[in-house]
Structure formats: C-alpha cells, structure tokens
C-alpha cells in the first residue's frame, strides 16, 4: 500500500510514540459485545528495558515482541474487571489480532486490513485505555508511561 493514499496517525501523536513522549498509542474501537471494553493500540518495543530480572515486568504480548521495533494489538477487557479490578493483568485481556513489525508502514497496512482509523489514535490516557488501572496511576502520578503491571 502506498503511504500517500491514506490517512496518517496524527504527527504529533506519531511524534509522542516514535521520540520520548509515550511507548504506546491508543484508541477505543466499537465492541460488538456490550459486556467488553475493545482497543488497539500501537507498541513501541524498542524502548522497552528487557534487561530487567523481572519476567512478568510486560505483558506476554509485548515480551513476546522483543525483537522487534512495533507491536499493534487489538483486544477486548470484560467490563466487569474493568470496573471491580484495581489492575490488569495477561489473563484479563482477549487478543483478537496481533502482529509484530518492524516499520510504520507495515503499521499502516495492519491498520488498513482491520479497518482501524488511524486519525482516531491518541496517548493511552486520553482514550481511557485500561481505564481504572491506567487512569488511577496517571492522576496519582505513579505512572511512569510503560505498562509494567505486575501479575497477580
């Protein structure tokens, strides 16, 4: 697909995940489900530290994306864990589709073929992605920009 024929992720949301503002980009998606929350959003591994002697320090999903540069993601969470949980954990999350590459414009075309808007993709906290977890770290200034929950 060529870059130029369709519409981008906003540059200064593109900006905030590819320079040092944020490691993930998020949108919430219509659910088909009314008893789920759904997302997609955008990794960027590379800036993830998996040096750590901690192995549950990220999700399965993004561990298991270490060598490469991005992962997207779209997933659901039951409602119910959203609002009664006080974190999200590997076991919470339903993953409809996921892929790991390594340019923007494989983002695109992963995006394309799930018909993702991409002007709709802003910072997590803005889309209240992970909503109660992410929203509770976020305003107690606990939360350091990476989605390192541990499990329970």
């Not at 040096?51 to 993004?62: A, G, M, N």
């Not at 018909?115 to 709709?120: A, C, G, K, S």
């Amino acid at each position: 697909m060529a870059m130029n024929n369709q519409t981008l992720i906003p540059r200064n949301v593109w900006y905030g995940l590819d320079g040092k503002g944020y490691d993930s980009i998020a949108q919430e998606l219509a659910s088909e489900d009314p008893l789920l929350r759904k997302w997609a959003a955008i990794y960027a591994i590379y800036k993830y530290d998996f040096s750590s002697i901690e192995p549950f320090r990220y999700y399965d999903f993004i561990n298991n994306a270490k060598n490469s540069q991005y992962a997207t993601i779209i997933f659901s969470i039951p409602v119910e864990t959203i609002e009664t949980s006080d974190g999200i954990d590997d076991r919470d999350i339903q993953i409809l589709n996921y892929e790991k590459m390594n340019s923007e414009e494989k983002i695109y075309n992963f995006l394309e073929a799930h018909q993702i808007d991409t002007e709709l993709f802003t910072p997590p906290w803005r889309c209240e992605y992970h909503c109660n977890y992410l929203d509770k770290m976020y305003k107690s200034g606990c939360w350091n920009g990476r989605f390192s929950i541990t499990k329970k």
